[in-house]
């Protein structure tokens, strides 16, 4: 999804005559104008940013790279985890791989 798109998804949620909350349970990889991969996750429903991939925190120093697996697909789309009783958790999973990749902010 890119910027314009998910500015355009906010703006529709926004717009919304019922004002729901979102849980932000399925995000997909915010793109830049050049089509490049920002790093951003952006819902899917409400269009805001809300988590960034693990390797942004190798970059920081918050993560060792051995701590991240080198990546088998593109982990385009995530959805968030749940718990055993069905709580969300903060971490998202790729929903193609199934490896975590992503915490929401």
């Known amino acids: 999804m890119t910027r314009d798109q998910a500015t355009a998804v906010r703006v529709q949620w926004e717009q919304r005559e019922i004002h729901l909350h979102c849980d ?22 409400c269009g805001e940013s809300v988590a960034h991939r693990r390797m942004d925190q190798v970059e920081a120093g918050i993560l060792l790279q051995n701590q991240v697996d080198p990546p088998i697909c593109s982990h385009y789309k995530l959805g968030l985890e749940c718990t055993e009783d069905g709580r969300s958790t ?16």
């Open 24 to 45: 932000h349970i399925t995000v997909e990889l915010e793109l830049n104008d050049l089509g490049d991969p920002t790093g951003n996750y952006v819902c899917i429903l």
């Open 90 to 105: 903060h971490i998202y999973r790729c929903l193609e791989c199934g490896k975590p990749c992503a915490t929401n902010l």
